[in-house]
Each structure stands twice: as C-alpha cells, then as structure tokens.
Antibody
Framework: EVQLVQSGAEVKKPGESLKISCMGS????????IAWVRQMPGKGLECMGI????????RYSPSFQGQVTISADKSISTAYLQWSSLKASDTAMYYCARAYSDAFDVWGQGTMVTVSS | QSALTQPASVSGSPGQSITISCTGTSSDVGGYNYVSWYQQHPGKAPKLMIY???NRPSGVSNRFSGSKSGNTASLTISGLQAEDEADYYC??????????FGGGTKLTVL
C-alpha cells in the first residue's frame, strides 16, 4: 500500500525551532515530488513548496520562500519541513502529499503544529 | 501568486447536479491542463477526485467530472448524495513551477 506517514502533533513556544517529517512507503520514494501543504484553522489549503527526493531539487511558493526549509533524506524515504523560529501564525495543520501527473494523489494524515506562549 | 477563486458555498438536493467554478489566470489555470480537484471531509486529509482537468483516479465515482474553459475550471457532481457533503478545493500548476489552490467551496447537501 502506498502511504505517507507523518510525525505527531507538536506544541511549541514562539521563537523555538521545529522539524516535522513525512515518510513514504509502498513506492519508489525517490521518483516522485513531495509537497508540503498548510491548512490554518478553518482555512483553505496552501502549497508551501515541493521537493524531488531523488536530487533534492526544491521549489518554494513565493509566500513561503525564506520562511521554512524543505529537505529530504532519500536513504530513509523521508521528507522534512522545518522552521528556525516559530511564530503564533505558524499554528496550522501541515500535510505532505505525493505529486503524480501534476496532482497530489497520496496524502499524509497531517501534523498539527500549535505555537503558543 | 494569488489563490484561485472559488465560490464560498454551493448547495443542492439529493439527486441533483451542482457545479463548482475555479477561476485563475493565464499563469496557472489558463496556461496548463494541470487542474485538479480535492474533496475534504471535516478532520480528514484531502482526497484527489479529478486530475489533469478531467481525469478520475481509480475508485472515484463517475458522478464527478471536470472541465476547463480559458482561465476557469469547473467540477460537476451529478446525482448528489449525502456523502458528497464536504469542502472542495481546486488546484493548478503554475508558471512558478509550484502549485496554487483555490480558497475552497463548502458543499451542502440539503
């Protein structure tokens, strides 16, 4: 079964750093782009950026450039999303998704990140 | 890049058909045949319903169909069922080599 499994929920304070993960299984992880998608509470989906695990080619959506870092370790079929200094406005559900034929066909279960003092 | 424009809500009775529009620009919807649609039930991850404008993944009901004209794409759901009540999002590949989503449409089955 093709699946993406994300790391668990996080509660952090403003200014702290964080790295969340997304592990793929059931397919060749290196051959498909992985996207990170943000969903703020009660809001819509936003594509933050994408990475090709095969060569770590990474592209950021303009709104997220410089705000987060997307990376991948193909040896363990895992993609990452990280922040160096969290803000309250980073509170959201974060999904990873596999890109296939220019659409996102497999989604992780989501990682809830709560940033509060 | 701005989010694609979708109506905030649509509604229909069981058995009826509804259409959700998704308007972008020549840099996204109008420039590529890479429009997809996602269904999201409360508390769940999105599910791919349509890709490449009008293709259904295996397992998705043929009651769901997609189309595109110029900078506007559309999702049509025929024979509405109670289980179709959910949020729907369109998405398009963009000239920035990333993807942009629509603001989402809440479908209510009356």
């Amino acid at each position: 079964e093709v699946q993406l499994v994300q790391s668990g929920a996080e509660v952090k304070k403003p200014g702290e750093s964080l790295k969340i993960s997304c592990m793929g299984s059931g397919y060749n992880f290196t051959n498909y782009w992985i996207a990170w998608v943000r969903q703020m509470p009660g809001k819509g989906l936003e594509c933050m950026g994408i990475i090709y695990p095969g060569d770590s080619d990474t592209r950021y959506s303009p709104s997220f450039q410089g705000q987060v870092t997307i990376s991948a370790d193909k040896s363990i079929s895992t993609a990452y999303l990280q922040w160096s200094s969290l803000k309250a406005s980073d509170t959201a559900m974060y999904y990873c998704a596999r890109a296939y034929s220019d659409a996102f066909d497999v989604w992780g279960q989501g990682t809830m990140v709560t940033v509060s003092s | 890049q701005s989010a694609l424009t979708q109506p905030a809500s649509v509604s229909g009775s069981p058995g009826q058909s509804i259409t959700i529009s998704c308007t972008g620009t020549s840099s996204d919807v109008g420039g590529y045949n890479y429009v997809s649609w996602y269904q999201q039930h409360p508390g769940k991850a999105p599910k791919l319903m349509i890709y490449d404008v009008n293709n259904r993944p295996s397992g998705v009901s043929n009651r769901f169909s997609g189309s595109k004209s110029g900078n506007t794409a559309s999702l049509t759901i025929s024979g509405l069922q109670a289980e179709d009540e959910a949020d729907y999002y369109c998405s398009s590949y963009t000239s920035s080599s990333t993807w942009v989503f629509g603001g989402g449409t809440k479908l209510t089955v009356l």
